[in-house]
């Protein structure tokens, strides 16, 4: 069973950073892309960045230059998105997905939530003024 674990989220001031975390499990984490999304209340699902095992980038683009970066722990399965000078225009459901990167080649939906079978249960990230 695939599945999908976020945490690293809450609240923080403006400025401020936070790390999240997606935890795989139930697939061949090679195989696969992660995507990091979030969704402000009213707002459609947008992609904020993505990656595959070995930091391959191919295809993903960064929705949030400068201040977030994305890395993969293939060791632990596990991809994180270290957020820094937070903004409460940053503030939303974060959430991470999953899908077959030979999927992902074919419809190029790299950034997009619909490109993606396999959903988190989101975190919440609130940033104050």
């Known amino acids: 069973e695939v599945q999908l674990v976020e945490s690293g989220g809450g609240l923080v001031q403006a400025g401020g950073s936070l790390r999240l975390s997606c935890a795989a499990s139930?697939?061949?984490?090679?195989?696969?892309?992660i995507g990091w999304f979030r969704q402000a209340p009213g707002k459609e699902r947008e992609g904020v960045s993505c990656?595959?095992?070995?930091?391959?980038?191919?295809g993903c683009a960064d929705s949030v230059k400068g201040r977030f970066t994305i890395s993969s722990d293939n060791a632990e399965k596990t991809v994180h998105l270290q957020m820094n000078s937070l903004k409460p225009e940053d503030t939303a459901v974060y959430y991470c997905?999953?899908?077959?990167?030979?999927?992902?080649?074919?419809?190029?939906?790299?950034?997009?939530?619909?490109?993606?079978?396999?959903w988190g249960q989101g975190t919440q990230v609130t940033v104050s003024s």
């Open positions: 997905g999953a899908q077959a990167r030979r999927t992902l080649m074919r419809s190029g939906a790299y950034g997009m939530a619909w490109g993606y079978d396999y």
């Open positions: 139930g697939f061949t984490f090679d195989d696969y892309v």
């Open positions: 990656i595959s095992s070995t930091d391959n980038r191919a």
